[in-house]
């Protein structure tokens, strides 16, 4: 009996929420074919984890903003993989690319290091706002504060770490991010 309610319960969420998250992947990755893989990948995650998810919506564009950063890692990734490495040493343009990249594992590793941050809660409070996009009040809402103090966190959270970045030698951390 539960599982036709929850699986009556996913039908009306997927019926309501799947050409809105379909139409904002197609926005992102620019072609329908890839943002439809993506988006049944989401809708299988949020198949197996229906009954614990609180806030449908919010889950699936948090699901799907995730999911968008893994297909153009991948598609980096690939483009990489291909390349013709004899080419690379005499080709500027992927001499800059080099530097970007490794900027961004250091700005990587910077986030991944559990030192950078006081607690889980900043952590997490870090990933909603910085990676996912949530305004301060979602985030709010995900960690029992107030918009204010999700704000004032924040910002101490992002002045730590640009700091270490300059530590690295990384001034301008925003066009990176």
């Not at 299988?44 to 198949?47: L, Q, S, T």
């Not at 992002?158 to 990384?170: D, H, Q, S």
């Given at each position: 009996m539960l599982e036709a309610r929850k699986e009556r319960e996913f039908r009306k969420s997927y019926a309501l929420y799947y050409p809105v998250v379909l139409s904002f992947l197609v926005s992102k990755v620019g072609d329908m074919e890839d943002a439809e893989d993506i988006c049944q990948e989401v809708f299988?995650?949020?198949?197996n984890h229906y009954a614990d998810i609180r806030e449908k919506k919010n889950w699936l564009f948090t699901a799907a903003r995730f999911e968008i950063t893994n297909y153009f890692n991948k598609k980096a990734t690939a483009r990489i993989d291909t390349a013709d490495i004899d080419s690379l040493d005499n080709d500027q343009r992927f001499a800059s690319e080099d530097r970007y990249r490794e900027d961004r594992i250091i700005i990587r590793d910077i986030i991944d290091d559990p030192a950078s941050f006081r607690d889980e809660k900043e952590k997490l409070l870090f990933d909603?706002?910085?990676?996912?996009?949530?305004?301060?009040?979602?985030?709010?809402?995900?960690?029992?504060?107030?918009?204010?103090?999700?704000?004032?966190?924040?910002?101490?959270?992002?002045?730590?770490?640009?700091?270490?970045?300059?530590?690295?030698?990384?001034?301008e951390a925003s066009d990176l991010l």
């Open positions: 299988i995650r949020f198949y909603l706002v910085a990676v996912y996009g949530f305004s301060y009040k979602e985030a709010g809402r995900y960690l029992d504060m107030t918009r204010w103090q999700v704000e004032y966190k924040y910002r101490s959270v992002e002045k730590r770490i640009a700091a270490l970045l300059k530590e690295k030698g990384i001034k």
